[in-house]
């Protein structure tokens, strides 16, 4: 059974991918692994993840 999408949700590649070039202007890294940046986004402040959000949308 598929869950019904809200009209605000972001697709997960979008989100990833603006995690991604957060966390690399952040860290001054050029890359990062998919599982890494799971675990600094669940473990990022507020802010941060507001600046994810935001830039995915």
Avoid: G
Avoid at 15 to 30: I, M, S, W
Avoid at 51 to 56: D, Q, S
């Amino acid at each position: 059974m598929s869950r019904k999408k809200s009209k605000y949700e972001i697709p997960q590649h979008r989100l990833l991918r603006a995690a991604a070039q957060v966390y690399c202007q952040k860290t001054k890294r050029k890359s990062v692994a998919r599982t890494d940046l799971e675990i600094w986004f669940k473990n990022a402040d507020p802010r941060t993840r507001a600046e994810v959000i935001t830039l995915a949308a």
